[in-house]
């Protein structure tokens, strides 16, 4: 099944400014997260700070990601990107080199 890397940070415009309508906010969030996690599709999700984070995805298409992630918009914007497994992106690489160079 093919797996995607969505990068996620946080739009604070669209965060409530007072802690407890945030930490609902928050609370929230971690709800859908786990739903996700709990439902296999997102393998793992993780922060680079308080703002920004990933989750890793396995699924049928990047639309199934996209339907995935759209919950959680306006809180946080994603860029979805989809992995290529190392020895098939490394054949693919090598291949177009070669390609390139003039040898097959």
């Not at 308080?50 to 199934?64: D, V």
């Not at 990107?81 to 097959?104: F, N, Q």
């Amino acid at each position: 099944m093919p797996k995607y890397m969505a990068l996620y940070h946080t739009n604070p415009a669209s965060w409530p400014s007072d802690p407890k309508q945030s930490l609902a906010m928050w609370e929230g969030t971690a709800a859908g997260a786990d739903h996700l996690l709990k439902l296999g599709i997102a393998k793992e999700i993780g922060w680079f700070t308080n703002l920004e984070g990933y989750a890793i995805f396995e699924a049928e298409s990047k639309e199934k990601v996209l339907e995935m992630v759209t919950p959680f918009f306006p809180l946080f914007t994603e860029k979805i990107h989809e992995i290529v497994p190392y020895e098939k992106g490394r054949d693919a690489i090598l291949a177009g080199a070669r390609r390139a160079a003039g040898s097959k």
